[in-house]
């Protein structure tokens, strides 16, 4: 009797170890899965705020390119040519301004949080043992 219940016991061990060995192999394809997930999520908001950057970037670019032209206007042009220039210059800016506050302003700090929801549950079966006696 002793016997049987020890053979018993050990082949429970080795369901044991194998299940075990199943469990591990799931949870690390469940990992991987998730920091799959989150490389592509975190690749997709760094390239949105590099886009975002290089975009606000090439608009200080511009305005500065104005700025500068308006000072080579004024040494060059008459008085009422340059505040015409300088009028335009100044609507030409008001433009910028507004898209930049239309656009890319109202994308700056939202949803770039990245977080992890739930966890993962180890649950554990029981087994009956009866002892015959």
């Given at each position: 009797?002793?016997?049987?219940?020890?053979?018993?016991?050990?082949?429970?061990?080795?369901?044991?170890?194998?299940?075990?060995?199943?469990?591990?192999?799931?949870?690390?394809?469940?990992?991987?899965?998730?920091?799959?997930?989150?490389?592509?999520?975190?690749?997709?908001k760094i390239h949105r705020l590099q886009s975002m950057q290089m975009e606000v970037q090439r608009q200080i670019n511009?305005?500065?390119?104005?700025?500068?032209?308006?000072?080579?206007?004024?040494?060059?042009?008459?008085?009422?040519?340059?505040l015409q220039s300088y009028k335009r210059h100044v609507e030409y800016r008001k433009d910028i301004l507004k898209q930049?506050?239309?656009?890319?302003?109202?994308?700056?700090?939202?949803?770039?949080?990245?977080?992890?929801?739930?966890?993962?549950?180890?649950?554990?079966?029981?087994?009956?043992?009866?002892?015959?006696?």
């Open positions: 009797m002793l016997k049987k219940e020890l053979d018993k016991i050990n082949g429970d061990l080795v369901e044991v170890h194998k299940n075990s060995k199943q469990v591990i192999e799931e949870i690390y394809k469940k990992h991987l899965t998730a920091l799959e997930k989150l490389q592509k999520v975190t690749d997709g511009q305005l500065q390119y104005g700025e500068d032209f308006l000072k080579i206007q004024m040494r060059q042009l008459e008085p009422i040519e340059y930049q506050k239309d656009g890319v302003t109202n994308m700056i700090g939202k949803s770039f949080e990245i977080s992890v929801h739930g966890d993962i549950v180890i649950e554990e079966g029981q087994k009956n043992y009866h002892h015959n006696q």
